[in-house]
């Protein structure tokens, strides 16, 4: 059994040193969800570097310093519901989760099954179950059953706001997505005030593309 722990915290000593994570609340769930439990059995000594990771069907999990920086974004505290759009390794809900419970909940859409599974059997592993819902499906439809939410988070690069995502935002709500092209995006935070939308362009982020019927076919 390897023991990851000194890395996690030297990794995540990196990401404050770096201005990534600013807050106590971030810093805390960053030091306590295991990421080697969200990568494929052969790439668990990778997890404390700070690059994205092949996670299977031409996916990845986010690098560490990208979830940080939405993670200080979103502003999460305790009795939020939050979404987010790809839910990949499960491990940026296994973030938020730190972040929203014991009162809060992520519900994280995933359009490839076997994905889905596998962020359902990490987040089993690592001890979140209780507090993240995957479900399977086109995220760019959003997931209507449980709106409004307070957060909308969306991890996959889009070529245009998704509506069924701001009309799901709950008023005062915030919202992350990268905008952009196929290689190359821009993150943009989005806040529902008063019924309108305030976009605010947090500057240049890689993901893979989100695809569906409001994203890329
Ligand atoms: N948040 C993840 C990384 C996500 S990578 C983590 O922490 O590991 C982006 C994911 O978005 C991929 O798994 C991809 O399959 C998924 N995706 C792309 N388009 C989607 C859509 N329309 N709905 C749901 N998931 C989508």
Not at 27 to 33: D, G, N, Q, S, T
Request: net charge negative; glycine share 12%; proline share 6%.
């Amino acid at each position: 059994m390897e023991d990851f722990e000194a890395d996690r915290d030297r990794l995540v000593d990196d990401l404050k040193h770096r201005g990534y994570v600013s807050s106590k609340a971030v810093e805390r769930a960053m030091r306590r969800v295991p990421r080697e439990e969200f990568l494929p059995d052969g790439l668990r000594g990778e997890a404390y570097v700070d690059t994205p990771l092949p996670i299977g069907e031409g996916q990845t999990i986010s690098a560490p310093h990208m979830v940080a920086i939405m993670s200080e974004q979103l502003d999460l505290s305790s009795g939020l519901k939050v979404l987010e759009i790809g839910a990949g390794s499960g491990y940026h809900a296994a973030v938020c989760a730190e972040l929203v419970s014991p009162d809060g909940h992520v519900w994280t859409v995933e359009r490839i099954t076997s994905l889905a599974k596998f962020a359902e059997d990490n987040l089993k592993k690592a001890g979140y179950a209780e507090w993240v819902t995957v479900v399977i499906g086109d995220g760019t439809n959003g997931l209507a059953e449980h709106a409004p939410y307070d957060r909308i988070f969306v991890a996959a690069g889009a070529p245009q706001i998704p509506k069924p995502l701001t009309d799901q935002l709950a008023e005062g709500g915030k919202m992350l997505i990268p905008l952009g092209g196929r290689y190359y995006q821009d993150l943009v935070r989005i806040i529902r005030r008063n019924g309108a939308l305030e976009k605010v362009n947090l500057g240049g982020c890689v993901f893979v593309p989100l695809i569906g019927e409001h994203g890329y076919r």
